[in-house]
């Protein structure tokens, strides 16, 4: 892993997500992209023919002093946590945030997607939120979304949720690879409940080609599933829980009950997005 994009808008939300970006950089040994997007207004030149180039140069220029404003406080940042010799570069873009996004991706190489929820730590908004959500639809990079109450702690263990498909292997080898980087543990959770169409020689079978890894298989019976799934987070202490694309409204749904709201607070860890091939 050589080079991790963080998207920032400068919010409280993001600032939270950049300590992270910064400690997972110097973890990984990866160089951090800064980019910052903006939407220049449409304006009908018949209106301001006259002054209407200069319209949208002031509104450039203006983003540029915010962006220039705004980076030393987060190096700053990055000097406060002894970080500071991680490579930092930026990237200022004007147009859409998804379009310049993926843009920056292939652009750059990029390999990770580190980046702040919507200024919520509210998981129904965070995996409804537009923005988010797109990112997570189009960006084909894991990508580490960031509660923004989520304080940074040492990853130790990783949270998994699996179907036992078999697509759902390599994703699990490559969350190995990033708990190997991390020096944490693996938990897989599945959750059996009483229509499972998952044999116990699968399962079986699952344990014994991941024998030699850091990883630990759970399979829990129950028929209510999301509770399952938020019981195994916050009682199996996990620190980052990682989801599969095909799953995400799945997620949303878990994260839209009664139950959850109750324990939002409690759960806001970040959440790791892989997405299959």
Known sequence: ????????????????????ALEFAKIVK???????????????????????ASIYSSIELAKFEMFKD?????????????????????????????YNLKNAVEEDQIDFVIMGTTGSSD?????????????ISEVNVPVLCVPVDAKFKKIKTIGFT?????????ELKKVLKIAKKTDAKVKS????????????????????????????????PSDEVK???LDFILFKDIDIVTTITHKRSFFESI?????????????SIPVLIMHEN
């Not at 406080?73 to 945030?97: T, Y």
């Not at 129904?124 to 923005?131: C, E």
């Open 70 to 98: 705004e980076i030393p406080k987060l190096r700053a940042i990055a000097a406060e946590r002894k970080l500071d010799d991680i490579v930092i570069k930026h990237r200022l873009m004007d147009g859409d945030l998804i």
């Open 255 to 267: 994260f839209d009950s009664s139950f959850s709201q109750k324990i939002t607070k409690e759960v």
């Open 30 to 52: 990866a160089e951090l992209v800064l980019l910052h997007t903006f939407e220049i207004p449409v304006y009908d030149s018949q209106f301001f023919p006259e002054n209407y």
């Open 162 to 170: 699996t179907r036992y498909r078999e697509k759902d292997k390599e």
């Open 227 to 229: 509770e399952t799934i």
């Open 123 to 135: 998981w129904t908004k965070f995996f409804t939120g537009s923005n988010t959500n797109s990112v």
């Open 1 to 20: 892993m050589k080079k991790i994009l963080f998207p920032t808008d400068f919010s409280d939300a993001a600032t939270n997500a950049f300590v992270h």
């Open 189 to 220: 959770l599945y959750v059996k409940s009483s229509n499972t169409d998952v044999s116990e020689t699968t399962i079986k079978e699952w344990e014994r080609e991941f024998a030699n890894e850091n990883v630990e298989f759970l399979v829990l």
